[in-house]
């Protein structure tokens, strides 16, 4: 068994460095954590199985990665420390139909499927230790943000590998009420695309204006890169930094008018706020409650 890695010289002792991990469905978010823990060196290839129906999509990940694949989603379960199920909400029940009975007290399932609660999954898969994790899609490219959850069952060494795993694929925080998993659904996992349609309609009015749409596209995301980073290095409150850059009588100060008059924030808060219902149908839909 290979021993607990000082990663970097830093002193931090690495969680990963003697786990073994299962991908319950290699999709395209299996793809970015298994990417994201190679890539900063977290666990060996050799360490990492996955399972797919498909024999190209498991060839494709075996000749990327060097990781084991099979077919089966009980056998990769069943020598691994973190069980991650990372496939569609709609195979959820035939999924948990064949791991249950098979996992071990010590294995730890952690779950980033959207919509389906603890509660679902613990009686699934007959199981007490269960992590669940909402991502989002910056995790392909290591900047996510995730938000998860845990039993009581889940042990402190399970929980700092989960720490471990989630970090690979960016930021990670933990929070004690399953609700704001739900919370964190709406605001973080759905958030990337209110950006991506904000931006959308930044490099259409560029192209309104008259820029060429490459050119208009290079100055948004430019600009919405910079003012992300600029407000998390600030440390600033958001009103103070737009504030900063609103001049009495300017072009900010007519542009957030417009956007005020059109209730631009009232239409963002209630978009939020029914991503959040829709949480709760599609748990209760798991649940097989009605809606």
Known sequence: MPEQTDRGGTGAVNPLADARIAFVGAGVMAESMIAGLLKQAMIPPGHIIASHPRADRRHKLEERFGIATVESNRDAAHDADLVVLTIKPQVLKAVTRQLFGSLSPEQVVVSVIAGAPIDVLMEGLGHDAVVR?????????????????????????????????????????????????????????????????????LIDAGVHMGFPRRIAEQIVLQTVSGSVAFARDSGKHMAELRNMVTSPGGTSAEAIYQMEKGGLRTVLSRAVYAAYQRTQVLANRERGESP
């Open 133 to 201: 994790v909402m991502p989002n899609t910056p995790a392909q490219v290591g900047q996510g943000m995730s938000v998860w959850s845990t039993t009581p069952g889940v042990t402190e060494q399970q929980r700092q590998r989960v720490q471990s795993l989630l970090r690979a694929l960016g930021e990670e925080l933990w929070v004690e009420e399953e609700k704001y998993v739900d919370m964190a659904t709406a605001l973080s996992g759905t958030g990337p695309t209110y950006v991506f349609l904000m931006m959308e309609a």
